[in-house]
């Protein structure tokens, strides 16, 4: 079932991604409204953060295009943000929370200058919004998952993007900072930007996000949440793996087996 | 006057090599900046043979291109043959390197440039090869001008590029999102350490210029956790090295670039077990 933006921010078209040659990504057609916030929803493995990477440009595509705001990503970059995985950088890195929320002002300054003064006001202040404005000068190393979290999101809001791509910002953090993170999105998209997030707990899903991908290898659903958040997509979404776990569980209830050995 | 020198075109070398290495550190890529110096030898031998001369501006271009091209192997054997980063390392510079002791051994005859010299360098010769100009000026060791060119051109390149170099070393896939080239300024830098390398291997040898690239930041990096701090900590251990090595060289009356190399390593054990946070017995006895 797919349901077509009205407005929409990203197209993509018949999207193929491969890795090694074994496809991952199956002709994936969609568009997605500007101003929402939403969520890529599916199981391990389904290609959801490689759905966002080959947006952003970091994987090549076997097939198919991706346009944002009707132009390719490369016009405008300056318009579009990323927020990668937490895990991905190594936080032992010699560097302080300001100077990662720097980062997200580099593309603007261009090669040789330095950050200025309005560049580091600008970096507080995101800094603020994510209730991080007493780490400042606080060594990366010292944060916790929460926190670095907070310090990834800030380093996108100091980039004054339109559209935002995050991978898995809820993960692994306590739920006062979910709660921040989230209020700052709705913040975002009440003033017209695109918030797309790679979400795997279907429960809180179907309170955060105004729209919804169910994606499994191949899109599955895109919608309006109310019209595409129902049993039945979510069982075709999650398929055999829901189901057969299921019977797995009733057998061992059914004929007592011990969950391990005992001797 | 000649102890001077030395000394000084030691310090200016290490700190060419600190300040790269503590990038190359930061990249998880140590190892290459080894690979590099040792694969630099066929481009130096070629570029000999063809020019005659050594310390000559073709010999510094001819190894910075197969410092690029041993990365660019690398990168590749990794990427397409699907070979593990330490596997394409190993078998690229050691590949490259025997090609160039082949080609030292083949024309060993006509040319000035021996296996020891490249392997060992001989610092201790610096005062004795002077620059005179076609007038007949003497200007004063050639190796100290090569030095000092090598760490202006460094500086400059680390004062242009230090934005793209310190995000594509932290976080290359989002520098990539916001249209930095991650594989230009690996090239870049790579180039920068074939350059650093092959200028430095007349006066320390292939083999200790590693210890030049990787011991001193290493040794900041255990002392603290601000990058700019980590430069600057780098900087000053290279010159306490050049002078402490040079002095045990004398004292011992053995090869300065060994002394020089044998004090880096020293200081690392030490700051190994006795830095302020993270030592191994400042924190015994923080605990006990």
Known sequence: MKIEAKDPVVEIHDLTVSYQKKPVLWNIDATLPKGALIGIIGPNGAGKSTLIKSAMGLLPLASGYMRMFDQPLDKVRDRVSYVPQRESVDWDFPTSVLDVVLMGRYAKLGLIARPRKADKEMAINCLRKVGMEAFVNRQISQLSGGQQQRVFLARALAQEADLYFMDEPFAGVDAATEAAILAIMQEMTAQGKTVIVVHHDLQSAAEFFDWIMLLNMRLVASGPIDKVFNNQLLQETYGGKLTVLAEVGELVRKRQIPSREKY | ?288
């Not at chain 2, 005859?109 to 001989?122: P, R």
């Not at chain 2, 995000?167 to 870049?188: E, K, Q």
């Not at chain 2, 670039?257 to 923080?286: H, M, Q, S």
């Open chain 2, 1 to 288: 006057m000649s102890a001077f020198y030395i000394i000084l075109t030691a310090s200016l070398f290490a700190i060419s090599c600190g300040l790269l290495g503590s990038f190359l550190i930061l990249r998880k890529m140590a190892m290459v900046g080894d690979a590099i110096s040792h694969a630099v030898l066929p481009g130096i031998v070629i570029a000999f043979l063809l020019t005659g001369t050594r310390d000559s501006f073709e010999m510094i271009l001819g190894a910075a291109l197969l410092g690029i091209f041993s990365t660019f192997l690398i990168e590749y054997f990794h990427n397409k043959a699907r070979l593990q980063t330490d596997a394409a390392i190993g078998v690229t510079f050691t590949w490259l390197f025997a090609l160039g002791v082949i080609l030292i051994s083949v024309f060993a005859g006509q040319v000035d440039l021996d296996q020891e010299c490249v392997l060992y360098g001989e610092i201790a010769y610096v005062p004795i090869d002077l620059w005179i100009t076609d007038s007949g000026a003497i200007m004063g060791p050639r190796a100290l001008y090569i030095a000092a060119l090598t760490l202006v051109v460094n500086v400059l390149f680390l004062r242009i590029g230090f934005k793209q170099l310190y995000l594509t070393t932290f976080d290359p896939s989002f520098a990539a999102t916001v249209g930095i080239s991650v594989s230009l300024w690996n090239y870049l830098l790579m180039g920068a350490v074939s350059m650093t390398t092959v200028s430095a291997f007349d006066s320390v040898g292939a083999i200790l210029v590693v210890a030049l690239l990787v011991a001193p930041p290493a040794t900041a990096y255990l002392l603290t956790e601000k990058f700019s701090h980590m430069l600057i900590i780098t900087c000053i251990i290279a010159v306490v090295i050049s002078i402490a090595g040079y002095f045990l060289a004398v004292w011992l009356d053995g090869s300065i670039a060994g002394a020089i190399v044998t004090v880096a390593g020293i200081l690392f054990a030490i700051t190994y077990l006795f830095a302020p946070n993270t030592g191994l017995i400042t924190k015994r006895l923080a605990s006990a």
